[in-house]
Nanobody
């Protein structure tokens, strides 16, 4: 069984910073892409940032220059450093990982989400 557990969400004032973490655990052979998505109230889930196993990163235009994704492969963990937060960044943030099991099967896993609220 594989689990993704996010942490680091909370309430922050506009202009503030938060760092999200997502740790993958279980019977994992290796992890390909890891990333963060978010879903605001009344809106569809959208991509925030991804980090491939090769080290390439991709960001939504709305967060470029403010958010930074990174990963620690030894810990099977991905991070999202969020700076200069805006009220429109308020959403539930979900971790995603493409994980290869020892069986050779690749499966897409999601965390349960962590709420980020940007408000004064």
């Amino acid at each position: 069984q594989v689990q993704l557990v996010e942490s680091g969400g909370g309430l922050v004032q506009p202009g503030g910073s938060l760092r999200l973490s997502c740790a993958a655990s279980g019977t994992i052979f290796t992890i390909n892409d890891m990333g963060w998505y978010r879903q605001a109230p009344g809106k569809e889930r959208e991509l925030v940032a991804t980090d491939t196993s090769g080290g390439s990163t991709n960001y939504a235009d709305s967060v470029k220059g403010r958010f930074t994704i990174s990963r620690d492969n030894a810990k099977n963990t991905v991070y999202l450093q969020m700076n200069s937060l805006k009220p429109e960044d308020t959403a539930v943030y979900y971790c995603n990982a493409h994980i290869i099991r020892y069986s050779g099967v690749t499966t897409d896993y999601w965390g349960k989400g962590t709420l980020v609220t940007v408000s004064s």
